[in-house]
């Protein structure tokens, strides 16, 4: 179970940092363990994860030195929601629609069944906090992804097996962007106005 775990975790790193989600050392992504969850250390490559790349965080108690600085906000949603896997990541077009959103509200079939909406949290502290953590967890609760606003989306697995739950979690997040994208196409499209509309 070990070894399909890591090659679920090297394989969404891989992905996120391939898709543009994430650059090189960023973004955090972890499942939920007997005692705590296992996650994502802070500052490592990625698209590059080893097995010592991993470290387990206890739910209470001290945070590890060298796990990730979003440990608190994924202990925060373990604690309050049935969250088995958390990625975070950052989608840029989806980061760039949080400046100017309250939610993300999909028009793409997908999106719409996947996500039906996507809420943009902007509290003082967006990284890191505690402030950010109950924020997120809150919204957690009701939604499978959410948005920090200019920083970045978590979004959520809730299958049994660990490495099936990560997967999930990632595949959301891919669907959050594509969703996205096409908010802000229909929105190009739409300021256009007749000059793209076709005809002839």
């Given amino acids: 179970m070990r070894a399909r775990l890591y090659a679920a975790f090297r ?9 543009g989600l994430i650059s090189a ?5 972890s499942v939920r363990t007997k005692g705590g969850f296992l996650i994502t ?3 490592v490559q990625k698209a590059r994860l080893t097995p010592e790349d991993l470290l387990e965080v206890p739910l209470e108690g ?14 925060e949603i373990y604690r309050r929601t049935g969250a088995r896997a958390l990625v975070h990541a950052h989608p840029r077009v989806a980061v760039a629609l949080s400046f100017h959103l309250p ?15 996507v ?11 505690e402030e950010a953590a109950l924020s997120v967890a809150e919204a957690l609760r009701e939604h499978r992804a959410c948005l920090l606003r200019g920083h970045g989306a978590f979004a959520v697995g809730l299958k049994e097996a660990p490495e099936e ?7 959301l997040m891919t669907t959050l962007e594509e969703s996205a994208q096409i908010l802000l196409y229909h929105r190009l499209w739409q300021g256009a ?6 005809g002839g």
């Fill in 62 to 75: 001290p945070i590890p030195e060298g796990a990730s600085v979003e440990s608190v906000v994924h202990r």
């Fill in 193 to 198: 106005g007749p000059a793209l509309g076709g």
């Fill in 11 to 19: 394989q969404v790193g891989e992905d996120l940092f391939a898709q």
């Fill in 41 to 43: 250390k802070s500052g």
């Fill in 165 to 171: 739950a990560l997967l999930e979690a990632y595949g």
């Fill in 25 to 29: 050392t960023a973004g955090n992504f």
């Fill in 103 to 117: 939610r993300l509200k999909p028009l793409d079939l997908e999106g719409q069944h996947y996500l039906k909406e």
């Fill in 119 to 129: 809420p943009v949290l902007a509290p003082k502290t967006v990284s890191a906090t």
